[in-house]
């Protein structure tokens, strides 16, 4: 068969052409959507949302996928409403030694005007060829079907529906999916680019994670303490008389995001970056070498509080810009441990940082009140000790936290969310060699547990050899060598987008939506988390890794069907219809 | 009152050489003048930089290490010597990285980045690798003689001087590195 259509919840073999074993689900109520789907190709959606399936082209001899790509009409509504669709190429790569799938996804356009070296890819010709369609749904669009179809050269043409749902999503996702990263990768990965090209570049890629409603995080100053060029105003002057010099730059560079202007247009809602490193660290704005000092002390929140007026007169004020110590001991430059504290003395660091952002406040005062500056912590060690803590606790305005932490630290989670802080978790992503689904679980994960959110993975951005060889990290990768000196998204990142949507929909059921998830996992309310162990409250100097290593992480999610997260969805939208 | 003799500063360098100013032009003389105002700083760096700081400020926590995240000095002492790195590089309009190497007390043979200024300096150290078999130059400096080494490039030029504590043993060693090409590479 030349040309089929497939749901968004599998991926299939660029060898063969089928579908990948483990993505077959398991359970019958995910067998019956994928039984449905193949009889009638339809997607719901929700206004906000985006719909998206696969389209699978496998011609009768080897070839380039450029001479495979489908047309994909407009989909059209019952009152002349069209809806466009955006069609990618679906990049191969190995997993393993023997296996091969798909990960990255390349614009069809660019893909087809790319030269045909880059072109061939790791597998060079083939006979089945993977495309990724995506049709965003305005908030504005009218609920209803939708009709449109896929023509390839040689096939007959198949008709794919959509329903857009009379349900808008919220314009930020309840759940933050956080693209950690470092700078300066992007400049590393796009080598020899103009300035202005290059700031083109990085926006693309910011572009393309909020495109997915993620957000990508990137750290602008190294160990050291150094700031990533252009992440930081230049300074003028010392001590007292220390100062923003030229805000010009900074501005031109990075005020699009802020303002939500470089997000014009996009499916993951129009609307500011919602997070943001600042370039603040312990060797920027102020000397490290007079830490100690009042100078410092003074440098630091002086300069601290004109970005808070600056944000605030630029009204920049939907932006959450972050204050985040990523220090650590044991690269010889810092004597604390800002990133993973866990000995008890560095807690002192928290202390004194978080009175200079106060007296930053203080100074801005109401001229720069309105500027959304978080304390930001990143722990798994101290968790269980510090979130509880009445001294420690109340600092930090964001929590990062172990994945492990966040599980078996229940009443620290709780006590975190009862003061207002955001509590995220890190770790507990997978790569392409997981179910595609797998990226569903730990969304709804998160927000079963009452989570802020998450970051999947420490590093979000590969460089192009990563390619073709499906980094489990990376969920950006460079478009380079297809001549496109822009980001390039992913099937995972299709995937968070898509939970995002669902964890969206069973926040709008509140209780009614818990009740769900847990019917359809076979769990109780505990089962949710792990039960504390008793070296939780231990010295964290005590701790070491194998006690990690050991320690079960409950997951009721990881014990279903892989595909249970669309099954979560389709009783989700059809709670939400029922009202 | 005169200097005691016994708290003089060794003179390594020729006598009167600038820590800043413009460097020859030809190639040879350039080098030789970098290599004269580094041994010259790291005079006036054993002036700064505390070498009591540098015995101690690594916490004895630090050579059981449970986990990476289990290294650790004495915040004020660690403060001191890396403020008297600071310093020392802002010295010289040389584009300088300082770091400070101890012996690892476990691995005869091995020396180990005990705290680096600005940079690590780049001749020798790695990203995250900070144990090394020891160079000659370095193992020099342990024994109390300044000690230099030119890596096989070209490109870099270091200098290890000896770091004394109050009781005058070798307790650590400083290095000064400067590339030749007097670029600054990228901090790490």
Redesign the interface.
């Known amino acids: 068969m030349p040309l089929r259509i497939l749901s968004d919840r599998v991926r299939t073999s660029p060898e063969t052409g089928e579908v990948i074993p483990r993505d077959r689900p398991t359970s019958e109520a995910a067998r019956a959507l994928e039984a449905r789907f193949a009889e009638q190709p339809a997607v719901r959606v929700a206004r906000g949302g985006v719909a998206s399936f696969q389209v699978i082209v496998s011609r009768e001899r080897p070839g380039d996928g450029a001479e495979a790509v489908p047309r994909v009409s407009g989909f059209r509504g019952a009152g002349g409403a069209l809806l466009e669709a955006r069609v990618c190429y679906q990049w191969p790569c190995r997993i393993g030694e023997q296996e091969w799938t798909y990960e990255v996804l390349v614009p069809e356009e660019v893909y087809r005007s790319a030269l045909a070296e880059a072109r061939g890819g790791p597998l060079g010709p083939r006979r089945h060829h993977g495309f990724w369609v995506d049709v965003p749904v305005p908030r504005d669009a009218e609920p209803g079907s939708y009709q449109g179809q896929v023509e390839v050269a040689g096939a007959d043409p198949a008709t794919v529906r959509l329903e857009v749902l009379p349900i808008e999503l919220p314009l930020t996702p309840r759940i933050t999916v956080d693209l950690n990263s470092y700078a300066d990768h992007i400049a590393a990965h796009h080598p020899g680019l103009s300035q202005g090209e290059l700031v083109a570049c990085e926006t693309s890629y910011y572009r393309e994670a909020h495109d997915h409603r993620a957000v990508l995080h990137y750290l602008p100053y190294?160990?050291?303490g150094?700031v990533a060029d252009g992440y930081a105003p230049p300074l003028a002057g010392r001590g007292r008389h220390l100062r923003v010099a030229d805000w010009a730059e900074y501005d031109q560079r990075f005020g699009p995001l802020f303002d939500g202007s470089a997000m014009a247009g996009s499916p993951g809602g129009e609307r500011p970056i919602p997070h943001w490193y600042l370039p603040v660290n312990l060797d920027w704005p102020a000397d490290?070498?007079?830490?100690?000092t009042r100078g410092y002390d003074h440098e630091f929140a002086q300069v601290l509080a004109e970005f808070r007026c600056h944000i605030q007169e630029k009204r920049w004020t939907q932006t959450n810009f972050e204050v985040f110590l990523n220090h650590?001991?044991?690269?010889?430059?810092?004597?604390?441990?800002g990133d993973?504290?866990?000995?008890q003395?560095d807690r002192e660091i928290f202390r004194h940082f978080r009175s200079l952002v106060d007296r930053a406040a203080a100074i801005a005062g109401a001229a720069g009140a309105q500027a959304r500056i978080l304390f930001r912590t990143d722990i798994s060690?101290s968790f269980a000790h510090d979130a509880r803590d009445d001294q420690i606790g109340p600092l930090f305005d964001l929590w990062v936290i172990g994945l492990g932490n966040f599980t078996w630290s229940r009443a620290g989670v709780e006590v975190i969310l009862a003061r207002n802080q955001l509590a995220w978790w890190y770790g507990g992503g997978s790569g392409p060699d997981a179910p595609t689904m797998d990226s569903d679980r730990v969304a709804l994960l998160c927000w079963r547990r009452g989570g802020d959110g998450f970051m999947p993975h420490w590093l979000c951005m590969a460089g192009d050899e990563a390619l073709d060889r499906a980094e489990p990290l990376s969920l950006l990768y460079p478009g380079r060598r297809f001549g496109y000196e822009r980001a390039l998204g992913s099937i995972r990142l299709r995937r968070y987008r898509i939970a995002t949507e669902t964890t969206d929909m069973l926040e709008m059921l509140g209780e009614r939506g818990r009740r769900l998830v847990d019917e359809l996992t076979g769990a109780t309310d505990d089962d949710w988390w792990t039960p504390t162990p008793a070296w939780a409250l231990w010295p964290p100097?005590t701790?070491?890794?194998d006690m990690y290593g050991l320690q079960p992480l409950a997951d009721p999610l990881s014990r279903c069907d892989p595909q249970t997260p669309a099954v979560i969805r389709e009783r989700a939208v059809e709670a939400l219809l029922a009202g | 009152m005169p200097v005691l003799a016994n708290r003089r500063y060794p003179q390594w360098a020729p006598p009167g050489t600038p820590l800043i100013g413009p460097l020859p032009e030809e190639e040879q003389a350039r080098r030789e003048a970098m290599l004269a105002r580094l041994l010259e700083l790291a005079r006036v760096a054993l002036a700064v930089v505390d070498g009591e700081a540098a015995r101690d400020c690594l916490r004895p926590t630090s050579r059981v290490a449970i986990s990476p995240d289990d290294y650790e000095y004495d915040a004020d002492l660690c403060n001191g010597l890396r403020r008297g790195l600071l310093r020392v590089e802002r010295l010289s309009d040389l584009e300088v990285q300082t770091g400070v190497w101890r012996l690892r007390p476990d691995q005869p043979g091995v020396a180990d980045l005990l705290l680096a200024g600005k940079g690590y300096p780049r001749q020798f150290v790695r990203w995250n690798e900070y144990a090394i078999p020891m160079p000659p130059a370095m193992h020099q400096a342990f024994q109390g003689e300044p000690g230099v080494a030119v890596s096989q490039d070209g490109r870099w030029l270091s200098v290890f001087a000896p770091l004394p504590d109050s009781l005058d043993d070798i307790v650590a060693v400083l290095e000064l590195c400067v590339s030749f090409r007097g670029e600054l590479p990228p901090v790490l």
């Open positions: 190294g160990h050291a150094e490290y070498a007079y830490f100690g650590k001991k044991r690269y010889r430059y810092f004597p604390y441990d993973e504290r866990k000995h003395a060690w100097e701790m070491d890794n």
